[in-house]
C-alpha cells in the first residue's frame, strides 16, 4: 500500500502557520524563554504527529490485531522519543521547565486533533472497502 501523502497536507499547513504566530505574539506577550519554550515543543509536536500519521497509513489495510500492535507501538515508540527530547531541552539546553510541558500540552492536543481525524478516516475507508 501506498503512502497517502494528502494526510500530512493540513498539519504541515497548521503547525508552522501556529508556530509562527507563537512567535509573533510571544514577542508582544511572553519573555524570551516561554517563546523558545513554545515554539521548541511545536516543533517537537509537530514531528510527533507527522510520524503518527505515517504510522497510521503504515499499518492501515492490516488485520485489527495487527493495526493495533503496530499504532500502539508506535505511539509508545514516539512517546518515549518525545520524553528523551524533553530530558535532552530540560538537561542539556536548561530550558524552563514549566513553559516547556505547559507548551507540550497546548501543542499536543492540537496534534491529538490531527492524528484522531486521519485515525477516523483511515478506518471509515478501510470499512467501506470491506
Not at 517563546?35 to 507527522?50: D, E, K, T
Not at 512517546?79 to 500540552?105: D, I, P
Request: glycine share 10%; net charge positive; aromatic share 10%.
Amino acid at each position: 500500500m501506498r503512502m497517502d501523502w494528502k494526510e500530512l497536507r493540513w498539519p504541515l499547513i497548521v503547525f508552522p502557520a501556529l508556530l509562527f504566530g507563537v512567535w509573533i505574539a510571544g514577542d508582544a506577550v511572553a519573555d524570551s524563554e516561554a517563546q523558545r519554550s513554545l515554539f521548541a515543543s511545536g516543533i517537537m509536536c509537530l514531528g510527533h504527529v507527522l510520524a503518527g500519521v505515517v504510522i497510521l497509513d503504515w499499518a492501515a489495510g492490516r488485520p485489527p490485531t495487527s493495526f493495533l500492535k503496530r499504532v500502539l507501538g508506535g505511539m509508545g515508540v514516539r512517546l518515549a522519543v518525545m520524553l528523551g527530547l524533553v530530558a535532552l531541552l530540560l538537561r542539556v539546553h536548561a530550558f524552563e521547565a514549566s513553559s516547556l510541558m505547559l507548551g507540550l500540552l497546548g501543542w499536543y492536543v492540537v496534534a491529538l486533533v490531527f492524528e484522531v481525524a486521519a485515525l477516523q478516516k483511515k478506518v471509515t475507508l478501510h470499512q467501506e472497502h470491506s
